[in-house]
């Protein structure tokens, strides 16, 4: 069913990089939302206030707030089309997060509401007409959500869309939930025990959780969260296995939504090479490497001295030094700037964002071990954070 969907709804469906065809597989995910949200919906809430089951009708509401979050979805992912003008200059794409978090807001309220109607009804019981009516449309109901999230899912996978990877998530939820709920209709009927409410209230927990984790899911893009390490690892060794490429340095990734990604990257060669032969090949990869990845990349051009035996010999000591500190993940651009009197150590200590040193420590550390080398060598240290490097 979902390579049927694609082949008959979506051109070029396998092309995902495309932005059109990105934005045909959000529509058509928010599109089969709606209309199989709504079914379940309009079946849950009937046979919920014939069989007198406020759970069944709270999971029938979970649906109708499923429909909802679908027709925000098609909303955001058309908005997040939309090219860049002049007060967003790189596109609208953060729209899609936008959507995500829109959608989480929805859940968590209406989890909110039902969990106080649940829970009035375990002050105030009442027993559920069992019928296999019920029985049979919360199977099917159970069926229907497992399919859906297998749909939402490989969808948002495909074209890496963190709305669709929450929807799935919560139409897996909602699996779970329903589940419950036919657990208990049938409990009940067997035990006599009045428990609609509790289950009732265990969907409703249900629910807010769900929303509570799509927030969290779709906030992260928007506040800036480090970047895939699978596409820092490609770019590093896209660039380093180049011709006359020494190493890399400052890597940065931002993205501005979904196929919005922009990074910068100095790139280390030696000063002695030929500068326009080495700015052919830096310019090379930024075409080769952009198109590839689908990024906007920018290298800069960083000459590094191989020849001088001092600069080698300093840099191979500061390096060991930083291997052995711990949140220091690597040095850069070293230079040694020589006068009268003292001779400034010129170097960038690149640290992890979990760095627990202060870099008052840090600096005490590298200034006493040059001195210990020579009295007149003067340290002086930028200290980069490592943004590439994706936290645990």
Same mark, same amino acid.
């Given at each position: 069913?979902?390579?049927?969907?694609?082949?008959?709804?979506?051109?070029?469906?396998?092309?995902?990089?495309?932005?059109?065809?990105?934005?045909?597989?959000?529509?058509?995910?928010?599109?089969?939302?709606?209309?199989?949200?709504?079914?379940?919906?309009?079946?849950?809430?009937?046979?919920?206030?014939?069989?007198?089951?406020?759970?069944?009708?709270?999971?029938?509401?979970?649906?109708?707030?499923?429909?909802?979050?679908?027709?925000?979805?098609?909303?955001?992912?058309?908005?997040?089309?939309?090219?860049?003008?002049?007060?967003?200059?790189?596109?609208? @794409?953060?729209?899609?997060?936008?959507?995500?978090?829109?959608?989480?807001?929805?859940?968590?309220?209406?989890?909110?509401?039902?969990?106080?109607?649940?829970?009035?009804?375990?002050?105030?019981?009442?027993?559920?007409?069992?019928?296999?009516?019920?029985?049979?449309?919360?199977?099917?109901?159970?069926?229907?959500?497992?399919?859906?999230?297998?749909?939402?899912?490989?969808?948002?996978?495909?074209?890496?869309?963190?709305?669709?990877?929450?929807?799935?998530?919560?139409?897996?939820?909602?699996?779970?939930?329903?589940?419950?709920?036919?657990?208990?209709?049938?409990?009940?009927?067997?035990?006599?025990?009045?428990?609609?409410?509790?289950?009732?209230?265990?969907?409703?927990?249900? +629910?807010?959780?769900?929303?509570?984790?799509?927030?969290?899911?779709?906030?992260?893009?928007?506040?800036?969260? @480090?970047?895939?390490?699978?596409?820092? =690892?490609?770019?590093?060794?896209?660039?380093?296995?180049?011709?006359?490429?020494?190493?890399?340095?400052?890597?940065?990734?931002?993205?501005?939504?979904?196929?919005?990604?922009?990074?910068?990257?100095?790139?280390?060669?030696? @000063?002695?090479?030929?500068?326009?032969?080495?700015?052919?090949?830096?310019?090379?990869?930024?075409?080769?490497?952009?198109?590839?990845?689908?990024?906007?990349?920018?290298?800069?051009?960083?000459?590094?001295?191989?020849?001088?035996?001092?600069?080698?010999?300093?840099?191979?000591?500061?390096?060991?030094?930083? @291997?052995?500190?711990?949140?220091?993940?690597?040095?850069?651009?070293?230079?040694?700037?020589?006068?009268?009197?003292?001779?400034? +150590?010129?170097?960038?200590?690149?640290?992890?964002?979990?760095?627990?040193?202060?870099?008052?420590?840090?600096?005490?550390?590298?200034?006493?071990?040059?001195?210990?080398?020579?009295?007149?060598?003067?340290?002086?240290?930028?200290?980069?954070?490592?943004?590439?490097?994706? =936290?645990?």
């Amino acid at each position: 069913m979902y390579n049927f969907l694609l082949k008959k709804f979506i051109k070029n469906f396998g092309d995902v990089k495309s932005p059109s065809v990105r934005n045909r597989y959000g529509k058509l995910a928010g599109v089969v939302g709606v209309s199989s949200n709504l079914l379940l919906c309009s079946a849950k809430i009937v046979v919920g206030y014939i069989s007198g089951s406020i759970a069944v009708v709270a999971d029938g509401f979970n649906n109708l707030a499923d429909a909802a979050s679908s027709v925000i979805t098609l909303v955001g992912f058309h908005l997040a089309a939309a090219p860049g003008d002049r007060k967003h200059p790189f596109g609208h @794409a953060r729209i899609e997060y936008l959507t995500g978090l829109f959608i989480s807001f929805i859940i968590v309220l209406v989890g909110v509401k039902f969990f106080a109607d649940s829970f009035g009804k375990i002050l105030h019981p009442e027993h559920v007409n069992f019928g296999y009516t019920p029985v049979l449309i919360l199977a099917v109901s159970i069926l229907i959500k497992i399919w859906q999230s297998l749909f939402f899912i490989k969808c948002g996978k495909a074209i890496s869309s963190v709305t669709l990877i929450a929807a799935g998530t919560d139409s897996r939820n909602d699996v779970i939930a329903t589940s419950t709920v036919l657990a208990c209709m049938i409990a009940e009927h067997i035990s006599g025990f009045m428990i609609d409410g509790y289950a009732g209230c265990l969907v409703a927990i249900f +629910i807010v959780v769900s929303g509570i984790k799509i927030i969290r899911d779709a906030s992260d893009p928007l506040l800036g969260k @480090a970047p895939d390490p699978a596409l820092v =690892q490609t770019i590093r060794d896209r660039i380093c296995s180049a011709e006359l490429i020494i190493g890399i340095h400052d890597l940065t990734v931002h993205e501005y939504g979904p196929g919005k990604v922009f990074a910068t990257v100095h790139a280390e060669i030696d @000063a002695h090479e030929d500068f326009v032969k080495c700015h052919d090949i830096i310019d090379r990869l930024e075409r080769e490497i952009g198109g590839e990845l689908g990024i906007s990349l920018v290298i800069h051009m960083d000459p590094i001295d191989t020849k001088d035996p001092l600069t080698l010999e300093l840099k191979t000591l500061i390096a060991k030094l930083a @291997a052995d500190l711990p949140g220091v993940t690597g040095i850069h651009d070293l230079r040694i700037v020589k006068s009268y009197t003292h001779s400034n +150590i010129v170097f960038d200590v690149v640290l992890s964002p979990d760095c627990r040193l202060s870099k008052g420590e840090l600096r005490s550390v590298f200034e006493n071990e040059l001195m210990r080398v020579n009295s007149t060598y003067n340290a002086v240290i930028t200290f980069d954070i490592d943004y590439s490097e994706r =936290q645990t």
